[in-house]
């Protein structure tokens, strides 16, 4: 009824502005200061929208416009102000982006949107970052708000496909990347999302088809290769390493398979797969009491009835650990037969006996007569089997009467060796000996 109305088309912005209608909005303002070069309420409602929509400079000349029509406007001053913040807090975030400091950026465009709530730009900058920090869930929150609105934006595509990337969900990832490469094929940071995500989920299911097979070999070589993909992709590369890990325990690497589980666990410290794969290859390499931690930490987040004998089982070889290993002092395996221990004994026996070592240093004395009972305690337990099963199952020999400290080791020698005559040490030359039985 009246299209040239500067103050109609100021109303109409105002009340899109109020809907949220940010982009339609700002066509209203620029028509009604187009209609009015004078009219102030028009320059200040078409910088709110541009400020609104994330284009800071635009609001800039809008503000500066206001304030040379009305240089007392407060609205138009504090507005121009928050233009230049958001300026800034642009700058910053640009910076901060190229350092990867994504906590900072997240900060700076939390501080933006305040002043610029319609800004997709800004969204996905953070969508993105939220991404990198490992912040899933409110990564693809944002992406989502923004694709309910505008369902092509290429941006938020690429968002929802990097977060369903960096939770190792690879195949729908790259179905996102695809769609987003499809509203815009120019899009650099889909296209290397893509060919990465593709690449990687090629590698691990190569390594992984290779260590079923046996060849354990080509699995490293093939996990030591996706590793090299992405060393964003954590969750992914935790399941690698892992998975290398346990390629390590295969070929016996045990302290390698023990380094590639604890880089697994300190990119994700929930993986209990990895923290259960280190425990066993603790216990390979009798490393008690870090297996015993391990299994602590599996047993506290998920207490099941495997997970608490694991444990158990742990604790039982650190208490073993801590005593003394009888059948490491009879140098024979803890699967040797009765003969076989007491051919041990006698070898040992003999060769730490006093009467053999009479003329060395005191010092030496001393050292060998230890051996010598350590030698006849060993024997008094792994030759009998009673105890000899207490002792392997971890109980405590003191309990029914099996007090170490009432052996003698020289009675058990002369018992071993048919009583005193049973044998004599004589010198065949200086610091030589032989032995002589009857």
Do not use: W
């Not at 078409?46 to 240089?71: I, W, Y």
Request: with cysteine; aromatic share 10%.
């Amino acid at each position: 009824m009246c299209p040239k109305n500067a103050s109609y088309y100021g109303n109409r912005a105002a009340t899109l502005m109020m809907l949220g209608k940010f982009r339609e909005a700002l066509g209203d303002a620029q028509q009604s200061v187009r209609l009015d070069d004078s009219f102030v309420r028009g320059h200040l409602r078409e910088g709110k929208c541009h400020l609104s929509l994330g284009n800071a400079m635009a609001a800039c000349r809008s503000f500066q416009r206001a304030l040379e029509l009305d240089h007392k406007n407060a609205q138009a001053q504090q507005e121009f102000k928050n233009a230049n913040a958001v300026i800034e807090y642009e700058k910053i975030a640009e910076t901060d982006f190229e350092k990867r400091d994504f906590r900072k950026v997240v900060f700076c465009m939390d501080r933006a949107l305040e002043f610029a709530p319609a800004c997709h730009r800004f969204k996905i900058l953070k969508a993105e970052c939220l991404a990198m920090l490992g912040r899933y869930p409110e990564a693809q929150s944002v992406a989502s708000d923004i694709l309910r609105m505008d369902s092509t934006n290429a941006d938020a595509l690429y968002v929802r496909g990097l977060c369903l990337y960096y939770e190792d969900c690879i195949e729908k990832a790259v179905q996102f990347f695809v769609q987003a490469l499809r509203m815009a094929p120019d899009h650099e940071k889909a296209c290397i999302a893509c060919r990465n995500a593709k690449a990687l989920k090629a590698k691990k299911e190569d390594g992984n088809k290779a260590f079923k097979e046996g060849n354990y070999k080509l699995a490293y070589e093939l996990y030591t290769e996706a590793l090299g993909i992405d060393p964003n992709n954590i969750k992914t590369n935790a399941k690698l390493y892992c998975n290398r890990g346990t390629v390590n325990s295969k070929l016996r690497k045990l302290d390698d398979a023990i380094e590639d589980c604890t880089s697994a666990v300190k990119l994700d410290a929930t993986y209990i797969k990895a923290y259960l794969r280190r425990a066993q290859c603790y216990m390979d390499t009798e490393q008690y009491e870090e297996a015993v931690r391990d299994y602590e930490k599996v047993y506290q987040t998920e207490k099941t009835k495997e997970h608490k004998q694991l444990l158990k089982n742990a604790q039982l070889e650190l208490k073993k650990s801590k005593r003394k290993d009888y059948y490491k002092i009879l140098g024979v395996d803890k699967n040797a037969s009765e003969d076989e221990i007491k051919k041990a004994y006698r070898k040992r026996a003999l060769m730490h006996h006093p009467d053999r070592h009479s003329g060395a240093s005191a010092e030496v004395q001393k050292e060998e007569e230890k051996k010598f009972k350590e030698v006849g305690e060993a024997f008094t337990i792994l030759s009998d089997p009673k105890k000899k099963t207490r002792y392997d199952s971890g109980q405590d020999l003191d309990e029914e009467g099996m007090n170490m400290g009432d052996f003698d080791a020289n009675n058990i020698f002369k018992a071993f060796f048919g009583g005193p005559g049973g044998f004599s040490f004589e010198a065949s030359g200086p610091g030589n000996f032989f032995f002589q039985f009857g």
